[in-house]
């Protein structure tokens, strides 16, 4: 079964094999620490509590967020709308396709 993003839940990553972020695409201002100064169990509970992934009342009534778990969050702060919690603006089962869509120059 599909669990959705799992970005910031089950990974992170590493940029230039030694700075941790929780997830790649929410950019520098995301940067938790550094792998050779801290450890990885602690890293990761810095970003936990750093990346609040609450959601929104739209996503988290939907009858199919256990499959999406909300979609991807870098693609929410990206957007227009310009928060972590806000809707996926390529959520396919959204009714209301607005002005909030993906800015790509964002992704530049």
């Known amino acids: 079964m599909n669990s959705g ?3 910031a839940r089950k990974f992170a990553g590493l940029h230039n094999q030694e700075t941790f972020i929780p997830v790649f695409f929410f950019g520098d201002s995301f940067i938790v620490g550094n ?5 990885l169990l602690n890293l990761w509970a810095k970003s936990k509590n750093m990346v609040k992934l609450v959601g929104n009342e739209i996503c988290n009534n939907c009858s199919n967020f256990k499959k999406c ?3 991807c969050r870098a693609r929410a ?3 227009d709308y310009k928060d972590i919690n806000a809707i996926d603006p390529l959520c ?3 009714k209301n396709k607005s002005k ?3 800015n790509l120059q964002n992704l530049l």
Not at 35 to 39: C, Y
């Open 100 to 102: 909030n869509s993906l």
């Open 35 to 39: 792998i050779r100064n801290e450890s």
């Open 77 to 79: 702060l990206l957007s």
């Open 92 to 94: 396919l089962l959204r």
């Open 5 to 7: 993003v799992i970005a």
């Open 69 to 71: 778990r909300g979609g």
